[in-house]
């Protein structure tokens, strides 16, 4: 249930989304020598958009970021394999990973890069979508909502499924069902 | 190249990539299946490679063993990527011509396959956290495809399974915390060859306690099974003969590897443990296999009963015993999918699996009879058939032992498994009840029992060819024990496969 809306609360959220945004990049930047890395960054990012579904509530967020949690997470997944298989390709083993040290970058001045950045970036967005995909199913069922929204339900769900609770009879639902009739001995 | 790696990424490409295609289609069903056709090939090309003597292992991101993450296919992990990749592939085509591409739920075929990538890293894992990833990429599949396509009946029957494999998960990573602890690695090679020093010490025995409960319910031991009889029935057929067929085995698997790889040899108190309870996992198991009177709620039962076969050859503990264990996981693996799709296609002629509403199989639709004598007289063991085999293999190990009790335990679980499948043949195949009706029209059980019959063919081939598959058993077993063999692989840098150190 969406409690009363809050002035406070929004303000502060819209502030804290971004402040939590930056830190995250950092985490993750900062992650292959240092305490961070694409996991917590992960985490961070999906605490700010948590927050966000809180102050703008679920629809509203949906509506302003029009992404696919389960498709970011495959994305992720996918970023990662493709980071571990490269090397494959100069004869290394799977997931070794290269660092390279750059000197006068404009700007920036110093730069150590890697591959395990791409890694963590795969990490990253893995994380990212499997933790919103949760929260925001638990959160969209808790407010009387669907838990998949139409494009949703066209990839992912059944196209003879039965919604689960529904008042159905135990008996009338086996005859509609009969291609999988259940038996139950207890 | 290093082709270690394939067997666990083809499947995880496979499912990204059917994941990413969304709606169920023709072209997609046929690129799943080529990839599932490629992977047994790969692997029976591992088995055929490891058999000459070869030990695949691949150093992941080029770190040496003890301190990175290996991965080690030796005979016995590739004979069970084999079996995986192949009750894979069956119960995928099984699945296609089971149902339509229209209805077919859109994450059916990308879980499925994550599900074998799942198995196939705990088969070829080196090191006991990557098993516990392994486990754990393993369950969310299954918990996944368990309540995928569920009804608020099913969900509660799968919560059962989804509770005490939760804690199985906690009490694992709690015994891989102690391993560290002990041996200050957690890779297998090195665990052997630092417990083999240590061997007397009372938290070993602690050790090997909490890995035979937690890996008991994996496989599904006595007393610890009641997640599994009452989830597996109410998955989808193609579904069911995977978990039935791969999942528990898993569990015995990691058992094999971890008693006869890793831990010292003389945990003797433990492997008495775990021979007493297989035979009581044999015996309840198969008693409750008679108190049900559906196929499929039968043949879930007759899952423990099984495992306690293979549990009693591991807790035996001589090579010979192992080479049987590995024998009857073959054999298991194979007959097992099959009745369950034997039992799919019944369920399909008859529009109900329920033993008091079926019958008048054998009238309409001989040779599914056929091929379910077949598999049923296995599964009890008569001979020729593969369980025979197995089963005479335990036996004779179990005599030789003096262990005269569990050696008639296993005599009286096998005939109550043939009473058990006769309750089947004689309620669904024998019955001529004319108002039990066989839906001859619904032309699906004939493409049905064409897949079936490449698994029963397969089942009876090992029956025949007992002796070469007994061969492969024995040497997968000699090499699973030979702990120091497989340290000096892992470790050392001297099997044909390695990638030299940096």
Redesign the interface.
Known sequence: MNGPRSYIFNSMVRLAVFLVNVFALYLLLRGHNAPGGGFIAGLATAISLILLSLALGVQEMHRLLRFDP??LA?GG??TA?VTG?LP?LV???????FNFHLHDVPLLGEVHVGTPLLFDVGVYLVVVGVTCKMIFVFAKSTQGLRALVAEEE?????????P??ADVP?AE?EVG??G??????D | ??WT?LPI?LP??TA?LA??W??PSRARRVVVACSAGVQLVLALALVTRAYHGETFL?????WTAPFGIVVVIDLLAAVMIALCTFVALVAVLFGYVELSS??????RLPLTQLLVTGINLAFCTGDLFNLFVAFEIMLIASYALLT????????KQAFPYLAINLMGSTLFLCAAGLAYTLFGTLNFADIALRSAEMADDPRVLALGLLLMVVFGIKAGVFPLYYWLPNSY??L?IPLAAIYSGMLTKVGVYVLLRVFGTVLPHSLDLVHQLLAWLAGATMIFGVLGAI????I??ILSYHILSQIGFMVLAIGLFTPLSFAACIFYIIHHIIVKSSLFLIGGVG?CLN????LDRMGNLWRHAPWLGVLFLCQALSLAGLPPLSGFWGKYAIIVVGLEKGAYVLVGACIVASILTLFSMLKIWNSAFWNSDEEREVCLWDLRWVRMSWVVAIMVVVSLGIGLGAELIFRVAQEAATRALDQEGYARIVLGYVGKGA?PAP
Do not use: C
């Open positions: 389960v498709l495959a997944l996918l394999i298989l494959l004869g290394k083993p799977f997931l070794e990973h066209r990839r992912y769900s059944s196209p003879v499924e039965q689960i609770e135990r639902a069902n009969q999988k009739e259940k038996t139950h001995a | 190249m290093n790696i990424l995880l490409l990204l994941l990413f969304g709606k691949l150093n992941l991101g080029n229209r209805i077919e739920h859109p994450l995928l396509e569920a009804d608020d009946w099913d969900v029935p109410t989808p108190s049900r009177n559906f499929r709620g369920a529009r109900t699996d329920n990638t």
